[in-house]
C-alpha cells in the first residue's frame, strides 16, 4: 500500500520533470543546450520505464529501458560527430 503510493508520487515527479524538460527543448537557446535536454528526456524515460517494471513486475519494460538506454548512446554519438564536423566547417 505505501510502496504503491510511494511510486504514484515519484511517477508524478518524473513526468513533471520529463514535462520541464521538454519545455527546455523547446526555448534552448542552442543546439548543444537542446540536445542536453533530449538526453535528460532520455534518462527520466529510462526511470519511468524502471519504476514501471517495479511497480507491474512485468520486465517488459526493462527491456524498453534497455531500447531507450542505447538509442540515447546513439543519438549523443552522433551529435558529437555533427558539432564535430561543423566546427571544422567554420
Request: charged share 15%; net charge negative; aromatic share 6%.
Amino acid at each position: 500500500m505505501v510502496a504503491d503510493l510511494l511510486a504514484n508520487y515519484l511517477l508524478i515527479g518524473l513526468v513533471l520533470g520529463l514535462l520541464l524538460t521538454g519545455v527546455r527543448l523547446v526555448i534552448g537557446p542552442g543546439v548543444a543546450d537542446r540536445f542536453v535536454a533530449l538526453d535528460m528526456m532520455t534518462v527520466l524515460a529510462i526511470a519511468i520505464a524502471a519504476l514501471t517494471t517495479l511497480v507491474t513486475g512485468r520486465r517488459e519494460f526493462l527491456d524498453i529501458g534497455l531500447g531507450l538506454a542505447v538509442t540515447g548512446f546513439v543519438a549523443t554519438a552522433a551529435l558529437a560527430v555533427f558539432l564535430e564536423r561543423k566546427e571544422t566547417d567554420q
